[in-house]
């Protein structure tokens, strides 16, 4: 097809909103690694899981068969809300590169929340709600997935309590009053209102929190208040599963166009919009029926992927949590304070985990400040202020576009630009002020993170 015809914005249809997730475990020849019982170290069971998350949760988490599973009515009527999301093909940001690459991403930050985060969100809502529960409790470190859940929450009628990392609440007041608006409570967390908070307190004081710590408060909340269930925005496989709606969009509204994607890049966090961008054309890969170049890019100040080691380990840091396989740090692992833009999790979805273990997609981390002029170069041309998360992948898309200029090779990109920044002004502040600085952790740093994995012989 003549390239010339592709617009700015490739919009589906609204009734294109996919009707299934797409869940790639169910293709994939090594499966994830189950989640174990940190006493007996066998596999969860559903009765096991039952009294931290919902049934029809725990189904879909436990679920590594069936390839497609029905988006509810409800949640895809609410999707109409927001999506399709758009795919951009970025012609300015080609422009000033000077690039034959051609580069699309997708935009996942048109909705209040500003990311990825409300497509589980409403999903994880629905589920409670249809199990009569009263609310659910999380945690969030910058803030997106508590915005979304407390926005699915207060359309289904659901408390929400939301435990939010200190430095992000400290930092980040108007993300906690957009989640009050729509009627959460927001405890900075480590905090006194639970027993592990308070021993995370004692054992390190003035400590400015981790994505770790602020799981272990949600769940013992949860586990100890009737009515509630736990709920976590990225990491599991359910969350993966939700996400697939991003990359579903995405392939539809390219194979209209006849085009393929060379490389698809995204940033990995817990690894949900990257595992939802890339899930259809994992797919395809995985059934050898296409290949794709996929690379997940995380922050060098916490690089599961790339430094971590491929162990079970705690999800949380007061290991109360069931022990999953995963790319680590050690869920002791808490990331230097001067790091910015979220992506502080020690861990990785297991599911990306086993498939960048598999050679089925690659890893790279890059640097605070590069990252943060890769989202400039990209507001000033495309005009959507990037968070500082999806900013990662913007950083290698323009990387591997610069390396397309070298070479000539005029290879299709695929990003996900999974969010908007206006809530992180106190970082650009930092870049734009030059007292933005770096941080990679030492080896040594490293260590002490490894040391807390759990010694277990399997
Ligand atoms: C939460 C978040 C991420 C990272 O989380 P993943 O689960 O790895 O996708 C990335 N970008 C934005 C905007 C987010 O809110």
């Known amino acids: 097809m003549d390239e010339k015809k592709i617009p700015y914005k490739i919009y589906l249809d609204e009734s294109e909103i996919p009707s299934k997730w797409y869940n790639v475990r169910a293709d994939m020849k090594n499966k994830p690694a189950p ?31 069936d390839p497609y599973i029905d988006i509810p009515e409800e949640i895809q009527n609410f999707y109409k809300m927001y999506r399709p ?62 915005t979304a ?26 993300r906690r009053e957009v989640m009050r608006t729509y009627g959460a409570s927001v405890t900075p967390s480590p905090s006194t209102t639970t027993n592990i908070g308070k021993k995370i307190l004692a054992a390190h004081p003035g400590t400015t929190g981790s994505l770790g710590c602020a799981i272990s408060e949600a769940v013992e ?18 969350v993966l599963l939700h996400q697939s709606v991003i990359g579903l969009e995405a392939k539809a509204a390219m194979d209209k166009y006849g085009v393929k994607p060379d490389i698809i890049i995204g940033c990995a966090g817990g690894g949900s919009n990257l595992g939802g961008l890339i899930a259809p054309f994992m797919g395809e890969k995985l059934r050898g029926e296409a290949d794709y170049r996929i690379i997940a890019v995380e922050p060098a100040s916490c690089p599961s992927f790339t430094r971590g080691k491929f162990a079970y380990d705690f999800c949380d840091t007061g290991m109360v949590c069931p022990l ?20 502080r999790y020690h861990g990785m979805s297991s599911t990306l985990s086993q498939l960048y273990h598999d050679g089925l997609m690659e890893a790279t981390s890059v640097e605070q400040t590069s990252v943060f002029e890769a989202a400039e170069k990209f507001a000033r041309v495309e005009g959507i202020l990037p968070a500082p998360e999806s900013s990662h992948a913007i950083r290698v898309a323009i990387d591997e576009a610069l390396k397309c200029k070298e070479t000539g090779e005029e290879k299709t990109i695929l990003f996900g630009l999974t969010g908007t920044g206006y809530f992180d ?18 080896d040594a740093d490293l260590e002490k993170g490894f040391a807390g994995l759990p010694k277990i012989d399997l």
């Open 85 to 146: 999301s758009p795919l951009i093909r970025a012609y300015f940001l080609e422009k000033a590169l000077d690039t034959p690459a051609k580069i699309y991403y997708k935009f996942e930050g048109n909705n209040t929340s500003g990311s990825h985060k409300l497509n589980s969100a409403i999903a994880q809502a629905y589920y409670a709600k249809k199990q009569g529960l009263k609310g659910v409790t999380t945690e969030t470190g910058a803030g997106q997935w508590g």
């Open 324 to 343: 999953a396989k995963m790319y680590t740090l050690g869920s002791g692992f808490i990331p230097s304070a001067n790091h910015a833009g979220g992506l």
């Open 425 to 442: 002004m106190v970082a650009y502040e930092k870049y734009n002020d030059g007292v933005m600085t770096d941080y990679i952790p030492t």
């Open 35 to 65: 989640l174990l019982n940190p006493g007996t170290l066998k596999p969860m069971t559903a009765e096991e899981l039952a009294p931290v998350f919902c049934e029809e949760l725990v189904a879909q988490e436990l679920n590594d068969t």
């Open 221 to 238: 909340v949860a586990t100890t208040t009737e009515g509630y269930r736990y709920v976590l925005g990225s990491v599991l496989n359910q």
């Open 149 to 174: 859940l407390s926005m699915a929450c207060s359309y289904f009628g659901l408390d929400c309590k939301v435990y939010m990392v200190k430095v992000s609440y400290e930092q980040k007041p108007f």
